[in-house]
C-alpha cells in the first residue's frame, strides 16, 4: 500500500508531477482488531466520576491497564497536557480558565494533588514549556509565564508574547482555540489559527503562523488549513506537523481528515478543496466560494499528498510522536485523539490512534492502529459517548495520558504490560512481536535461551508452545483462525504478555 502511495507522484527539479486524478490517493489502512475490553481502576478518591464498570470500558491492546490519573470538579473541559519541570504533568483546564500541575511524586499512577499552577486565561487550550518557562495560548493572545518561587509549582510571573485580539479577524467564530509549537531550534514560535466559519473564504484565518520567539515578526507559513487543533514537532528531525478538522455538511465521508508535514507556504485546501486537489461538490452554502479564481488554481497545484487521510469527521486533536519508549513497535509512531464530530451517522473518533511510520524520515504512515477505544459504547448511536479525548502526553516508561474534556472531565492513564524481574533486578529490552498484524509466521525478538513461547487465545487456551535456543524465534501462525491472540514470553527472570492479531 505505502508503495503505491509514493508512485503517485514524481520527483522532478524539486516539484511535484501529478501522475493521478486529483483524490485517488487511498485513505490510510486501518487496523482495529487486537484490542480487548478492560475495566478502568478508579482510585477511591475518584469514585465521584460515576465510571460504570460494567458499560463504561475501554479497548486497550493485550496485557495494558488503564486507570484513572485525575479527576474531581477542579477538572473543566481539561485539553492538551505536557510534561513540565520535574515530570510533573500539566494540563490546559479550558473552562475553568486555568493551568493545572498534577504531581505524581511517588509514582503510583494517580496524580497526588491538583496545583493551580496559573490563572486568568480564555479559551485557553494548550500548554506548552521550554526549559522552566510555561506558555499558554489562548484566543486572544500567548502568553509566557514564570515562577517567581521555583520551590513551587506556581507560574506567577507573565508576559503577553502575541496580542492576537490587536490583530485583524483573530477573535470570535466557530473555530476559537489556538495552538502552539515552540521551536527551540530555530527560536520560533508556531500557532495554529482556525477558520471563523465553515467554509468561507476568509482573510487572517485558517492558517498556521509563524514568529519569532519574541513574539515579533510574524507572517503566514501555511495556508488553506481549516483548522489544525493537533500540531507538534518531530522529536528527531524537528519537522513542524499537523492534522486538521475538515468541513462539515459534504456527507459521512467527505472529507477524510488529513495528517501531514507543514511545509513553508504549504496550502492545505481550505476552503474549496479537499483530500489532493480535489475540489468539495460548490453546492448550497459551499455555493458562496464560485468562482473558482486563477490563484485558486495556483494554490491547489502547491498542494501536496498528505502523510495520512483518516475518517471523516473523527475530528483529530492532539498528535505526539514518540520521543522514547521500550515498546520497539512504537519507536516510529504517532499517537493522535480524535474527539469525534456532531455530524456523522454513524459517529466516528471518540478514540486514541497510532500512526504507524517505518522510520524517521518516513513521511507516509503505513497504517492507523486502534489503541483504545470505548467511549463510545455503541458505535451507531452518538448519544452513548461518554468521554471525548483530546489531550495526549506519552511517557518514558510507553505509558499514554488522555485527557477527556467532556461527559466524563478526567485524564486517564494506559499502562503498557511490565517486565517482571527477579533475582538481582537486572533490566532487560522488552521482547517484540513483527510482523503484527501476522497472517503466516512472527519474529519474536529480544527473548532468551531457555524462554518458554506460547500463543494463547483470549480465554487463555495454549494455541502453540515453543523453546527459545537464541535471542529470537520465529513462529508459524499458519494453523490458527483469524483473531486477537496473546503471546506469552515465562523466563527464569520474567514473565511478558503481549498482543498478537492473526488475519487471513
Known amino acids: 500500500m505505502k508503495l503505491f502511495v509514493q508512485l503517485l507522484v514524481v520527483v522532478s527539479c524539486g516539484s511535484y508531477v501529478i501522475a493521478q486524478e486529483p483524490g485517488s490517493i487511498p485513505w490510510t489502512p486501518k487496523v482495529s482488531g487486537g484490542l480487548v475490553s478492560t475495566a478502568i481502576a478508579v482510585p477511591e478518591r475518584f469514585r465521584a466520576i460515576a465510571i460504570d464498570s460494567v458499560k463504561q470500558r475501554l479497548n486497550i491492546p493485550v496485557g495494558w491497564t488503564v486507570s484513572v490519573f485525575a479527576a474531581g470538579t477542579e477538572l473543566l473541559k481539561p485539553r492538551f497536557m505536557v510534561w513540565g519541570p520535574d515530570s510533573v504533568l500539566f494540563v490546559a483546564n479550558m473552562n475553568r480558565n486555568n493551568i493545572l500541575a498534577l504531581p505524581d511524586r511517588n509514582r503510583d499512577g494517580i496524580a497526588d494533588t491538583v ?12 500548554v506548552r514549556f521550554w526549559r522552566d518557562t510555561m506558555f499558554v495560548a489562548q484566543e486572544a493572545s500567548v502568553v509566557k509565564l514564570w515562577r517567581s518561587n521555583p520551590a513551587t509549582l506556581i507560574y506567577d510571573q507573565r508576559v503577553t508574547v502575541i496580542d492576537k485580539s490587536s490583530q485583524p479577524n483573530q477573535i470570535g467564530g466557530g473555530h476559537r482555540t489556538r495552538t502552539l509549537v515552540v521551536d527551540t531550534n530555530a527560536m520560533k514560535l508556531y500557532v495554529s489559527v482556525g477558520s471563523r466559519g465553515n467554509a468561507d473564504r476568509e482573510t487572517n484565518r485558517a492558517v498556521i503562523e509563524e514568529y519569532n520567539y519574541d513574539g515579533s515578526g510574524r507572517r503566514v507559513f501555511a495556508s488553506g488549513v481549516r483548522n489544525a487543533v493537533g500540531m507538534t514537532l518531530h522529536p528527531r ?14 456527507g459521512n465521508n467527505i472529507p477524510p481528515e488529513w495528517v501531514d508535514i507543514v511545509r513553508e507556504e504549504g ?10 486537489r480535489r475540489i468539495f461538490n460548490l453546492t448550497g452554502e459551499y455555493g458562496d466560494l464560485l468562482p473558482l479564481t486563477r490563484n485558486d488554481t495556483l494554490a491547489l497545484a502547491r498542494m501536496q499528498p498528505p502523510a495520512a487521510l483518516v475518517d471523516a469527521h473523527s475530528a483529530p486533536m492532539a498528535l505526539v510522536f514518540v520521543e522514547q519508549t521500550p515498546i520497539a513497535a512504537h519507536r516510529f509512531s504517532a499517537f493522535m485523539a480524535l474527539r469525534g464530530s456532531w455530524n456523522r451517522t454513524p459517529p466516528s473518533g471518540a478514540k486514541i490512534v497510532r500512526l504507524e511510520f517505518d522510520s524517521d524520515e518516513d513521511t507516509v504512515a503505513n497504517a492507523v492502529h486502534d489503541f483504545c477505544t470505548g467511549f463510545i459504547t455503541d458505535t451507531n448511536d452518538a448519544a452513548t459517548r461518554w468521554g471525548r479525548p483530546v489531550g495526549l502526553a506519552l511517557a518514558a516508561d510507553g505509558s499514554v495520558y ?10 486517564i492513564k494506559l499502562t503498557p504490560p511490565r517486565v517482571t524481574s527477579v533475582g538481582d533486578g537486572a ?18 525478538d529480544n527473548v532468551a535461551p531457555g524462554d518458554h513461547v506460547s500463543v494463547v487465545d483470549l480465554q487463555g487456551n495454549s494455541a502453540l508452545e515453543e523453546t527459545v535456543t537464541s535471542d529470537r524465534v520465529t513462529v508459524s501462525v499458519a494453523t490458527l483462525v483469524a483473531g486477537v491472540y496473546a503471546v506469552r514470553i515465562t523466563g527464569v527472570r520474567r514473565t511478558v504478555t503481549l498482543p498478537l492479531v492473526i488475519t487471513r
Do not use: C, E
Open 115 to 126: 496545583v493551580i499552577a496559573a490563572r486568568g486565561f480564555t479559551t485557553g487550550h494548550d
Open 237 to 250: 528531525t524537528g519537522m513542524l506537523w499537523a492534522n486538521n478538522n475538515g468541513s462539515d455538511n459534504q
Open 267 to 276: 496550502f492545505y485546501g481550505y476552503p474549496f478543496a479537499y483530500h489532493f
Open 402 to 411: 488522555i485527557s477527556s474534556d467532556d461527559i466524563k472531565n478526567m485524564i
Open 427 to 444: 533490566t532487560m529490552s522488552l521482547p517484540t512481536v513483527t510482523p503484527n498484524p501476522a497472517s503466516t509466521s512472527v519474529r519474536i
